[in-house]
């Protein structure tokens, strides 16, 4: 088949689901063809060595791909990511007609960012069919976004599963979030996401990991990634500063809530709960060896209940056992693989009462944890599977439209 890729984000950015699957289809023998901006993620600022200009096109064996110029400031502000936003759409709608010509069918990575550009080329491209892998299903009322802008993201977003040939959500709850956005339910289909396997899988801890998570003999849950507002850890911070004396808890990486939550451990004086700058993805498998497990917090919102985080799919890859404070598929998902421990989200006490029974499991059943994870991974969620069943959508929607 002749593929078309939209994108938002693509490699060398942190993308490795729409970079992956492109790389993957290529081999399968497609024709692939990718739209996308220039990196700028997660700063904001176009990446050191890049310059963003009209004609720039990167091409490998059956693989091309196309870059276009978008608005970015850095700043992080709701009104410079809207105009980030409307400016890609623009020039991927200016670009598609002739770099997307010919295409069997369109596969839209499908983020709040594309929401614009997904709805343009769609309709500009009207008679290929087209197949969205939707990541995120942002409501009118997402906290930290203006109201405004987030009525506008849903209804793009309402259009485009209106229109698709088929719809891929990445956790079964999702898939009503997504019809009652305006799928038709015969055509959205689960495909989990996949995680970056070059680099996540199962590893030994070196010398310098151990030290940088390990104080004593005492259990180690870690969390690693984004402090923010969607994570919600000070839950986290009070159930470990309840248990000062039996496990520590280890924050890796950043975010907009860094400082309240770096505030609310200084206030409970929990000296078992420890900050770690963020580290390169090449980092963590090592990091995660070192810890004993973890941690995946999501706060209780009825948009997170239908989604997975990546860093399960990461954690279960390294063989890592986890301790998940959320409700909906990702706490079903730990708990169908036998491959952790769970409790509702946003509840210190019930996270507590999980971090000492994690602490006091022997590490011989943490072990089959993490073992009964991998193979769940491998099973359910990795690449080929994923890209199998990513492959299948795009040959069901060419059929049908050519049937139609």
Not at 95 to 101: I, K, M, Q, T
Not at 389 to 399: D, G, K, P, V, Y
Request: aromatic share 6%.
């Amino acid at each position: 088949m002749r593929i078309g890729i939209l994108s938002y984000h693509f490699p060398p950015e942190p993308a490795f689901i729409p970079g992956s699957l492109a790389e993957e289809l290529a081999a399968r023998g497609h024709e692939v063809r990718v739209l996308t901006g220039f990196p700028d993620y997660p700063d904001g600022r176009v990446y050191p060595g890049w310059r963003q200009r009209w004609r720039h096109e990167t091409r490998a064996e059956r693989l091309t791909v196309r870059r276009v110029p978008r608005y970015v400031t850095g700043d992080g502000s709701s009104g410079a990511r809207m105009a980030g936003y409307y400016s890609f759409a623009g020039s991927a709608t200016l670009v598609a007609r002739r770099f997307l010509a010919g295409i069997d069918a369109l596969y839209v990575f499908q983020m709040p960012a594309v929401s614009f550009a997904a709805a343009g080329v769609m309709r500009l491209l009207n008679r290929v069919p087209t197949v969205l892998h939707v990541q995120d299903v942002w409501p009118e009322d997402t906290p930290g976004a203006d109201g405004r802008w987030g009525a506008r993201i849903a209804a793009a977003m309402g259009r485009t599963f209106h229109t698709a040939d088929r719809v891929a959500v990445v956790a079964p709850s999702m898939r009503d979030l997504v019809v009652a956005a305006g799928a038709d339910p015969a055509r959205v289909s689960v495909v989990l996401n996949w995680t970056d396997e070059r680099i996540f899988r199962p590893a030994q801890p070196s010398a310098a990991a151990r030290e940088l998570v390990r104080r004593d003999g005492r259990c180690v849950v870690m969390h690693a990634g984004t402090i923010g507002a969607r994570q919600g850890l000070e839950t986290a911070v009070r159930a470990a500063a309840a248990l000062d004396r039996t496990m520590d808890l280890v924050l890796v990486g950043s975010g907009a809530d860094e400082r309240r939550v770096r505030g609310l451990a200084a206030e409970l004086r929990a000296e078992n709960v420890r900050f770690v700058e963020r580290r390169s993805p090449l980092d963590m498998p090592e990091l995660y060896a070192a810890a004993d497990y973890q941690l995946v917090m999501l706060r209780d919102l009825p948009e997170l209940r239908g989604t997975v985080p990546g860093k399960v799919q990461a954690a279960l890859s390294c063989a890592a056992p986890v301790v998940a404070s959320a409700a909906g598929d990702t706490a079903d998902l730990v708990e169908r693989a036998r491959a952790g421990l769970s409790c509702p989200p946003e509840d210190w006490a019930s996270l507590a009462d999980r971090f000492w029974l994690a602490a006091t499991i022997p590490a011989s059943a943490r072990v089959d944890m993490g073992r009964r994870g991998r193979e769940a991974y491998l099973r359910e969620m990795s690449l080929p599977a994923g890209v199998d069943r990513i492959e299948r959508l795009l040959q069901e929607a060419a059929a049908g439209r050519r049937a139609a």
